[in-house]
């Protein structure tokens, strides 16, 4: 039996608001920042293509790495149900979310669960972390990075979230032969690769590196964060495998967004990655068979696969 998983990045829909009851705290910068700059490059129209490309697809599983809003308005993640409702529809309990930092923008946001809220439907059970068999011996855990983090937009993994995981890992009768997580920060980033870099964006998560490598069976780590297409190998994990879906409605240098995603395919013990990519000049869609880099190195899906070493800025 083929499985076959497609991972979409972060949407960021967004609405510009003149309610001066949503410029208080950490929303005024991120308004200020919509107004002058986002707004232009996020084109939320294209989402009803991207959409339609992944249900032609007719995947297993739709797992999204978080960030569907800006700043976490109620509109925003209207926008965003409305968009992934046709999925949603057709494939019933297939399509799963975790959230972003915008998703979870202001300490209000985490107190309400506004997140939950609106997506509620698309985590399996109640609680965080959430873990579901995506097939026979094939695992995919959920994890929320979620803090109250101020004015910043690094995530924390919280000490209870890693018991969770080795609780359920130590009950299993069965272990798994393969695990996916999803969750929208990276526990390591590719070094040298990012322009602006801030460091370590996933605050305590060493623990969990600790875990998968413990574990010892392949592992793919699903995230978002970075607005930038790629695989990378972890330098530190010899059984991980990143994969950054980028942020497909994204419009780099005044081109149209490529509408992009991965996927993950297996069959038996076979593991199949590949990127989906629209021309920008076409429109047509492409599907493209990668490789998983060696530790330490990155494959670039942004612009064309193209694999390199972690020591230059791409992003």
């Given at each position: 039996m083929a499985l076959t998983a497609l991972h979409i990045g972060d949407l960021?829909?967004?609405?510009?608001?003149?309610?001066?009851?949503?410029?208080?705290?950490?929303?005024?910068?991120?308004?200020?920042?919509?107004?002058?700059?986002?707004?232009?490059?996020?084109?939320?129209?294209?989402?009803?293509?991207?959409?339609?490309?992944?249900g032609a697809l007719d995947p297993d599983y739709i797992l999204f790495s978080g960030d569907f809003t800006t700043t976490a308005l109620r509109c925003e993640f209207e926008q965003a149900i409305a968009?992934?409702?046709?999925?949603?529809?057709?494939?019933?309990?297939?399509?799963?979310?975790?959230?972003?930092?915008?998703?979870?923008?202001?300490?209000?946001?985490?107190?309400?669960?506004?997140?939950?809220?609106?997506f509620g439907a698309h985590r399996p059970g109640e609680t965080w972390p959430f873990f579901l068999q995506l097939e026979?011996?094939?695992w995919l855990i959920g994890i929320d990075g979620g803090t109250?983090?101020?004015?910043?937009?690094?995530?924390?993994?919280?000490?209870?979230?890693?018991?969770?995981?080795?609780?359920?890992?130590?009950?299993?009768?069965?272990?798994?032969r393969r695990l996916a997580v999803l969750c929208h920060f990276p526990?390591?980033?590719?070094?040298?690769?990012?322009?602006?870099?801030?460091?370590?964006?996933?605050?305590?998560?060493?623990?969990?590196?600790?875990f998968l490598a413990e574990t010892a069976v392949p592992a793919f780590y699903l995230h978002g964060h970075?607005?930038?297409?790629?695989?990378?190998?972890?330098?530190?994990?010899?059984?991980?495998?990143?994969?950054?879906?980028g942020a497909p409605m994204l419009r780099r240098e005044g081109k149209r967004p490529d509408l992009g995603f991965l996927e993950l395919r297996t069959e038996g013990e076979a593991i199949e990655l590949a990127v989906h990519y629209q021309d920008m000049r076409t429109l047509e869609w492409s599907r493209k068979?990668?490789?998983?880099?060696?530790?330490?190195?990155?494959?670039?899906?942004?612009?064309?696969?193209e694999v390199q070493d972690a020591d230059g800025g791409i992003a």
């Open positions: 960021h829909f967004w609405k510009i608001t003149f309610n001066p009851m949503h410029y208080l705290g950490k929303r005024l910068l991120g308004n200020s920042n919509l107004i002058l700059r986002r707004a232009r490059k996020f084109q939320k129209h294209l989402a009803g293509e991207l959409i339609e490309r992944i968009a992934i409702k046709p999925l949603a529809d057709r494939f019933p309990g297939r399509v799963l979310a975790v959230p972003g930092n915008h998703d979870r923008y202001t300490r209000r946001d985490i107190r309400r669960l506004t997140f939950e809220g609106h026979q011996g094939f109250s983090n101020g004015l910043q937009a690094y995530g924390r993994l919280k000490a209870t979230d890693l018991a969770a995981i080795r609780s359920w890992w130590d009950g299993l009768a069965e272990k798994p526990a390591e980033d590719p070094a040298g690769v990012l322009k602006h870099d801030r460091g370590p964006q996933f605050h305590d998560s060493r623990p969990l590196l600790d970075h607005h930038h297409r790629w695989l990378y190998g972890s330098p530190t994990v010899p059984n991980l495998t990143y994969l950054n879906a068979r990668v490789e998983a880099p060696r530790g330490g190195a990155y494959l670039n899906l942004q612009n064309g696969p």
